[in-house]
C-alpha cells in the first residue's frame, strides 16, 4: 500500500480530468441538494415553529426522527419512485445526477427543518412581544426571525451539507456509481476498496475530507469577514 | 431584494438602528447574499445544463466481477470510437441486475448465471441470449492450506475438504453469479453450508475477497477479480481448474415490447459489436500482467 497522503497529493495536483469530473460532481450533487433542502427546509421549518395547528407535535417528532433517515433507505424509496416501473419512471431520471440531487435533497431536508424550527422557536420565544409590537404577524415575522437565527442555521445547513457529502448509501442505488456519469467521490472510494486498492480509497478519503474542511473554512471566513466589514 | 427591504423595513419604521431586528435590513449585508446566491446558484446549474446535451448514450448492468476486472475500462473507449455510443455501467451482482433489468432500467444486461439469464428470456424480460466469454472460477484461501486443497483435483471433494476441516469460508451470499456457482459446488459435494466457519458476507466480489483477507477465509472468486485485486494479504489462488468451475457471460437486450422506452436499436449495436471479430479482439487483449482475463466464445 503507497502512503495515502502522498497519493492525494499527487491526485490533486495533478489535475487528471476524470478524477476533477468526479470532485465536480459530488459538489455539485452535494451544494444543489443543500441548496434545494434550504429553500423548503428554511421557510417550513419556520412555519412549524409558529403555526400552531392539530398534529403538530407528531410533525415535529416525525421530522426530528427522519433526521436519522438512513441514506440507503431514502435511496431505495427513490430508486422505487423513478424506476422505469415506478409512478415516476417516465421522467427516465434514474442512473442521473438529478436522481442523486432528489435522494440527497430528502435526507438533509429533515435536518434543515427540524433546526429552523428550534431556532424560530426559541427567538420567537424570546423576542414576540416586541415583534407584535411593531404589528409584525407571525407569517410576516418569518424573514426577520430567519434572518436573525443565521448563524445557528448556518450550522445546520452544514450539517446538512457534511452529511449529503458523506454519504454513499443512497447515491449509489439510485446513481449507479457509472464512471464519468455518476461517479462521486463517496462511491469512488467504495469501489476503489472493492477492488483492493486500498491505498488509492484511502487517498480518495483524504481529498473528500480536505475539500470539505475548505468548504467550511470558507464560509468561517466569509461570515468573519462579513461582520467586520458589515457589523 | 429592495422589495424585501421596504417590507421588512415597514414592520419596524421607528427603529432604524441599535436593535437585532432592525439591523437585518441593512442594504450592503443584504447585497453580499445576493452576491452568495448567485455564486452557489452559478456552481449548482451544471448538473441540470449538462444533462440536456448528453449525445447517445445506452444503460447496461453488469456484474461487479466485470467492473472490478477493469474490462470496460479496456473495452467500451474502442466501441465508442468507433460507433459515438457511450456505455453507462452500472455494477450490481448478476441477481439485481437482472432485477434492474426486469424493472426496465437499463437497456442491456450482460451477466454470468447461465440459468436465471434463460429463464429471463423465457419469461419475456429479454429478446435473446448471446455468448459473449467466459472465465472461470477458482478457489483461493490463507497459504497454509488448512484445508489441505493442495493434493485434490475435484471442484466438489475441494469444498467438501474446507467444509470437513470447518476451515473459515466466505461467501457472497448475494444471489449473484459467483454465489450461484459456489451452491453448485456445493450441491454437488452433497453439503448444506453452516456453522461459524460459514461466512456470508453478503457484499460484492472485493469486499468478500477483502474479508477473506483478514479472516484469513477460503473464497470463491472468478479469476479476473483475482488478478486485479491487489489486496491480496496472505491468499493465495489455492484450486483451479475444474470444469465446474467454467463461468461462462451472456448478454441480453432488454426487450422493448415489454418497456418501450429501451433503446433497442443501440442496445442491439453494442451486442453485435461485442459479438463481432473486433469486439472479440478487445475482449482478448485485455491483460492483467501478461494474463488474460476473459476468453471470447461467440459463435
Known sequence: ???????????????DPAFMEIIGLSLRVTLSAVLIACLIGLPLGAGLALARFPGRSITIIVFNALMGLPPVVAGLVVYLLLSRSGPMGSLALLFTPTAMIIAQSILILPIVISLT?????????????QLRSL?????????????DGRVSLLTGVLAGFGRASAEVGAVLIVGGNIAGHTRTMTTAITLETSRGELGLAVALGIVLLTLTLGLNAMVWFAGQWARERLG | MGQTHRKRAHISPANWSGRMVCRTISPPRCSLHLRLAFGIAMLVAPPFATQAATQEFITVASTTSTENSGLFRHILPLFEHETGITVRIVAQGTGQALETGRRGDVDVVFVHARTQEDAFVA????????????????????????????GID????????????????????????????????????????EGRWYLSTGSGMGATLNMAVQVPAYALTDRGTWLSFRNRGSLELLFEGDSMLHNPYGIILVDPARHPHIKAGQGQTFIDWLISSAGQEAIAGYRIDGEQLFFPNAE
Open chain 2, 123 to 150: 419469461a419475456g424480460y429479454g429478446v435473446a441470449r448471446f455468448d459473449v466469454m467466459y472465465n472461470d472460477f477458482v478457489i483461493v484461501g490463507p497459504a497454509g492450506d488448512p484445508a489441505g486443497l493442495a
Open chain 1, 135 to 147: 404589528g409584525a404577524s407571525r407569517l410576516r415575522a418569518v424573514p426577520t426571525l430567519l434572518w
Open chain 1, 1 to 15: 500500500m503507497s502512503d495515502p497522503f502522498s497519493t492525494a497529493f499527487s491526485m490533486i495536483v495533478s489535475g
Open chain 1, 117 to 129: 424550527r428550534s431556532v424560530v422557536e426559541d427567538l420567537w420565544g424570546e423576542y414576540r412581544e
Open chain 2, 154 to 193: 475435484d471442484a466438489a471433494a475441494a469444498m467438501a475438504a474446507i467444509a470437513q476441516a470447518e476451515a473459515p469460508f466466505a461467501s457472497r451470499g448475494d444471489d449473484s453469479g459467483t454465489h450461484a456457482a459456489e451452491m453448485r459446488l456445493w450441491a454437488a459435494a452433497g453439503i448444506e453450508p
